[in-house]
């Protein structure tokens, strides 16, 4: 999703506004489906290949629109205020509509709001992150050791921050150029002959069987899923590669011409968040998500899924996103928070370099009291 304006109007990229119509799409076919997937092999299918690139194709996009720097001020205002903004939403939605216990933990994302939250901190701390070299494979490896910390899975959404952050990196360096220098018709032949080979697997292995899609969340760690370190190392490295593929895949299909769906890209925002309130409510106050058994009213169901994604993208329901992420921030409360996380970068940024020598002097077994003098006031 790109929350950001620019300057000067520029020509439309449909490719990515249909990509991410589709994406949207199959981000409430995901949740909707999630208390009845196991219902039947149609809907497991496609659940496994749903939440297999949905979000990291989402995530490379959201990179892919985030090239240009912007203030902190400007990052707060989009994302950290509307994340705010509809974390209350949703607290007064679950209190008043639901009649949910819950609390307004701030810390602690409801829903499908980590997303927010994650773009906030991919955004502020990307710029400096790509100033070291190996970003890439670091931030993979981040990803891959998260899933063997015991942390709470949702606090600040943290394990899927680490999780996803290589598919918006990638965004960030992606040349637009290369879709058209290499989406020639055997290039699509081959893609879709891919993710059919793909969606069988899905279908018909048995290992599918035994694993949990949640596998793909990149909020669980590896002993809620069962896994020992080897095996959540490996499958979660495996997921890594067919996110990337998937993306890809799936991006080679999309027409890059405008549509009568392409106007859907532009509003996902509005989808996103109306839809996960529709959600909660049919799954916390009804029994109808839990009982679509049958093919019929599985495709029904899918019927119902795309219906609602055009009613969430109205105007009028956009208009009211569109204010929240315009909500006026403090100048003195703007600058206040970039000097402060940019206080907090520079310190980790010192901690870093002073740990970096301390291991240098002991692999050359420098004197260990000597060091400690002399890093005394940076420990």
Partial sequence: MNYTKTLSVKPRDYLFDNYKALL???????????????????????????????????????????????????????????????????????????????????????????????????RTVTPYVKKYPYYMPAAITAGLLIGLSGMQDNYLSLPRILYFYPFFLAGTSFNRDSITKFGQKYIRVLSAAGIA???????????????????????????????????????????????????????????????????????????????????????????ILKNINTIPASILLLGGCTLLTVIFSLSKLTAFTNKVSDLKLPAAAAQTASLFFSFIWHWLRQKYTAFRWFLYKRKTNTNLTHIMFFYGGRF
């Fill in 24 to 122: 949207i799409t199959l981000v409430i076919i995901g949740h909707f489906i999630e208390p009845c997937y196991q219902n039947n092999d149609f809907l497991y299918t496609l659940k496994w290949l749903i939440v297999s690139f949905h979000m990291p194709a989402f995530i490379f996009i959201s990179g892919y629109f985030s090239k240009r720097e912007l203030p902190l001020s400007v990052i707060i205002r989009k994302l950290l205020i509307p994340y705010i903004v509809y974390e209350f939403v949703y607290y007064f939605f679950y209190i008043f509509v639901l009649h949910k216990e819950t609390g307004l933990h701030l810390l602690y994302p409801k829903f499908s709001l980590w997303y927010l939250l994650a773009l906030f901190v991919w």
């Fill in 197 to 287: 080979v793909f969606t069988a697997f899905f279908a018909f292995a048995p290992v599918c069987r035994s694993l949990s899609v949640k596998i793909f969340y990149g909020r669980y760690n590896y002993d809620f899923l069962e896994q020992d370190m080897t095996e959540g190392i490996l499958c979660r490295a495996i997921c890594y590669t067919i996110g990337f593929a998937m993306t890809f895949a799936v991006m080679m299909l999309i027409p890059e011409r405008r549509t009568f769906y392409s106007y859907i890209g532009t509003r996902t925002m509005a989808i996103y968040l109306f839809h996960g309130l529709t959600y909660s409510y049919l799954k916390e106050c009804t029994t």
